[in-house]
């Protein structure tokens, strides 16, 4: 057999010596070689490293990294076989490996630009920041023409906060390339992320009219920057266009956080987030199973977050951190937002058992360090709100994963067991909705700080108010806002004689475009009153000139809404199909004024026109406000960390058993 190899070896030598591209010939030296066991020379282990790379783009990757790694013994020190063997394995889903093959192969060849500039590309999508930045720099170094290396270095920069360094990165890529659509996305996301909404649109619009693979986040963040400038005009047809996207299957990019305040519905909810997860999630591997012999007495329960500073999602939990009974679980806290240094910070970081900083780690090494802490239920805190990092909890590091609390909807996203609600935002006949199992609490999911200071109540005219006068209030953020709802309030203002509208002051552009459409609704801009941002015990002392809140939708008012209760001033709202829209009513419900959550816009409207005209039976709400503050459950912070701790354990009995999540409703102790 032995002979008859090595005759084979010789006819295919002299074939390619006829024909050096001559497929079949190549396929059989490669494979005499391999029966044979003896490597072949160095040129043949260029050419099977290439017949390799030619199989990858026939679809055939499996068969192409044999090919590479045959070559690469016969030749381990060419760099070429080793760029070779990261695109197969890139393309098989491989990407540590394939990183560390372009690591190689930059090694080896010190002048190749494409290597480090594809190692920098897998070390991002790895979350290594730092290391992939450094790699980029150095293609870009080598190679000041290469479009893809100035592409994807402004958005390692991006990530680490840099966005004056990336924006000068995508306009590198375009003057190189003027009509690549992904640098004029790029840039416009990293001059939003500035600050400067307004001279965001025209690259995101430029980058739509070009083209791009999959339009479909791209043209969510167009319509998201109008509604946060309240742009009204041409925002219904790109509102009909996204959502035709989604309904279409057509993107897996449509942010589900901007696609709620579509009010598409649970249904297409669901979709958007399924799609959405398995992008954002895409080749990363779940770590194998931990196996729990049993209960070591308390639950490890770890909250994941971004936002352990000021922020909304710390002035309502921070309270319950401090109240969980740590006879029945331990809280971590696994941050990776950055540290303000604020009294918020502190005050967190004093109340978890533990606080681990994940902010500088990898994807994959902050997985790696919740699962070497034994956590048992990871919490995630941030679904898909900004600068959340779905990819921790998508490595699969705890045994049981559930999300709550900052995000209002689905995830979509197989890696999460659990999402945590109540009857009214969550009720069970909404599962089919859920890609998690739904956890009822009893009351209402949300908790609320009891801690938090009202500072004095400032007089109207310091506020810009008139004396006088029915005072609506909406401290919603601006997008929040649409073009129907902002008709009916116009109608409530021509409808209630000197009644003035309170908003927040969200962006200046916001701010003029409401008042010309007021003007242009009948009403005058002055009746507009624009609240400045204000520390937190200045801003609730604010509520209590208001007289009515008026809630928003599709997306409601959720910390704001409870800010406002808090305060003592009730709020309206519609309850609406989804999670986002149905927060008002659950508050309600627990603050005791289940009355003034309405079934649709004209009870709504109705209701704000009534209470307008009847100002002791405002004065009666906001009296059964202050009177049932401290014992309503919304602001109950005992009762609900012991229904979250409930909630924790049956989690865990059901994993302990053995038993995939189930939905479950926790019940009130007696």
Not at 28 to 45: I, K, N, S, V, W
Not at 149 to 170: D, F, I, K, M, S
Not at 210 to 233: E, F, I, K, S
Not at 510 to 527: C, T
Request: glycine share 8%.
């Amino acid at each position: 057999m032995t002979a008859d190899l090595r005759a084979r070896i010789g006819a295919c030598r002299a074939a390619l010596a006829a024909a050096p591209g001559d497929s079949a010939a190549l396929a059989g030296l490669f494979g005499a070689l391999d029966a044979l066991g003896e490597p072949g020379t160095p040129e043949e282990a260029v050419a099977r490293s290439a017949y390799g790379e030619a199989l990858r783009r026939r679809g055939r990757a499996a068969e192409a990294e044999a090919h590479h790694r045959a070559a690469l013994s016969w030749l381990p020190d060419f760099g070429g076989n080793h760029f070779n063997l990261g695109l197969t394995l890139q393309v098989l889903g491989r990407t540590a490996e394939a990183a560390d093959a372009y690591g190689e192969a930059a090694r080896l060849m010190p002048r190749f630009a494409p290597a480090p500039c594809n190692q920098g590309v897998l070390l991002r999508a790895l979350g290594h920041h730092e290391a992939a930045e450094t790699a980029l720099r150095r293609a870009v170094s080598l190679d000041p023409t290469l479009v893809p290396g100035w592409l994807n270095l402004g958005t390692a920069v991006q990530e680490r906060g840099q966005p004056e360094a990336a924006a000068h990165c995508y306009r590198n890529a375009l003057t190189l390339r003027p009509d690549l659509a992904e640098a004029h996305a790029n840039l416009g996301l990293v001059v939003k992320e500035a600050g400067h909404l307004a001279d965001s649109l025209p690259s995101f619009e430029r980058a739509l009219a070009l083209g791009l693979p999959d339009a479909g986040g791209v043209l969510a963040q167009l319509v998201q920057q109008m509604r946060h400038l309240c742009r009204w005009n041409g925002l219904a047809e790109r509102s009909a266009q996204l959502a035709a996207l989604v309904s279409g299957g057509g993107t897996r990019q449509v942010h589900p956080w901007i696609f709620l305040g579509e009010g598409a519905g649970p249904a297409a909810e669901l979709a958007c987030a399924r799609r959405y997860a398995d992008w954002r999630a895409q080749g990363i591997a779940a770590m194998p199973v931990r196996r729990d012999a049993g209960s070591r007495g308390r639950l490890r329960v770890a909250y994941l977050s971004a936002d352990f500073h000021e922020h909304a999602t710390a002035a309502l939990i921070a309270e319950l951190i401090e109240r969980h009974d740590r006879e029945r679980v331990e809280v971590v806290g696994c941050s990776y937002g950055p540290d303000d240094g604020g009294p918020m910070r502190r005050r967190l970081t004093g109340a978890f058992d533990r606080f681990v900083d994940l902010a500088a780690c990898s994807h994959a090494d902050a997985a790696a360090r919740i699962r070497a802490d034994g956590v048992d239920i990871l919490v995630d805190l941030k679904g898909y709100t900004q600068h959340a990092r779905p990819e921790i909890a998508a490595h699969r590091p705890a045994p049981v994963q559930a999300q709550w609390l900052g995000y209002p909807g689905t995830m979509g996203a197989g890696f999460i067991d659990y999402v945590i609600g109540d009857p009214l935002i969550t009720p069970f006949d909404h599962q089919p909705f859920y890609a998690e199992r739904i956890v009822q609490l009893p009351a209402c999911y949300q908790p609320n700080d009891r801690r938090r200071p009202i500072g004095p109540t400032p007089s109207r005219a310091a506020c810009g108010l008139p004396e006088r006068g029915v005072v609506f209030c909406c401290f919603n953020a601006a997008y929040k806002i649409t073009p129907a709802l902002f008709d009916l309030w116009c109608r409530l203002l021509r409808a209630v004689p000197d009644s003035v509208l309170w908003l927040l002051d969200s962006h200046p552009e916001a701010s003029a475009n409401l008042r010309r459409e007021a003007v242009r609704r009948g009403v005058a801009a002055d009746r507009l009153v624009f609240a400045p941002r204000r520390p937190p015990a200045e801003h609730l002392a604010r509520y209590r000139l208001a007289d009515l809140f008026l809630d928003t939708t599709p997306v409601g008012a959720h910390t704001t809404a409870s800010d406002a209760l808090w305060a003592g001033l009730p709020v309206l709202t519609v309850a609406g199909k989804g999670f986002a829209s149905r927060v008002g009513m659950s508050l309600l419900r627990a603050v005791g004024l289940p009355e003034l959550a309405v079934r649709s816009p004209a009870d709504y409207e109705a209701a704000a026109v009534r209470l307008a005209g009847d100002p002791d039976g405002i004065a009666r709400l906001k009296a059964r406000l202050m009177a049932e503050r401290e014992r309503a459950p919304l602001f109950d912070t005992d009762r609900l960390a012991r229904a979250l701790e409930r909630a924790y354990a049956t989690m865990w009995d059901i994993h302990m058993a053995g038993k995939p999540p189930r939905p479950f409703a926790v019940r009130d102790e007696d």
